[in-house]
């Protein structure tokens, strides 16, 4: 009978911790075509990042994926990716403060400043 009260509290015990546990929620991103070859929106992209304070942590022009962070409180962490199309070269922002999704509009002044960089803005 000592047992299954042993029994009853690990479960209990088992199952709180299980509740705690956070799922992972995809990253929310913002995209925009340019005009501009991947090498160049590459390095307007960079620019860009480095200009308001980001650090990159990586950039791989072959992939054409850049991370970089803003040491902020909580820090942003910002993720650059290029895919070529047809119509031009897509750049699609993602990042995470504080371990959770940025929202969408958070990226609409770094791709402003990316077709101002290109020569692009509307």
Request: hydrophobic residues 45%.
């Amino acid at each position: 009978m000592r047992w299954l009260g042993v029994l009853l509290v690990a479960a209990c015990l088992v199952l709180s911790l299980v509740g705690c546990a956070t799922t992972s929620v995809p990253p929310q991103t913002r995209s925009l075509v340019v005009e501009a070859a991947p090498s160049t929106a590459l390095e307007a992209g960079v620019a860009m990042l480095t200009a308001r304070g980001f650090v990159i942590r990586r950039a791989d022009a072959d992939l054409g994926d850049v991370e970089a962070v803003l040491a902020s409180r909580p820090t942003l962490a910002v993720r650059y990716r290029l895919e070529a199309t047809e119509q031009g070269t897509r750049i699609t922002l993602s990042g995470q403060r504080g371990g959770q999704p940025v929202p969408p509009y958070v990226f609409d002044a770094l791709l402003i400043d990316v077709q101002e960089r290109l020569g692009e803005l509307p």
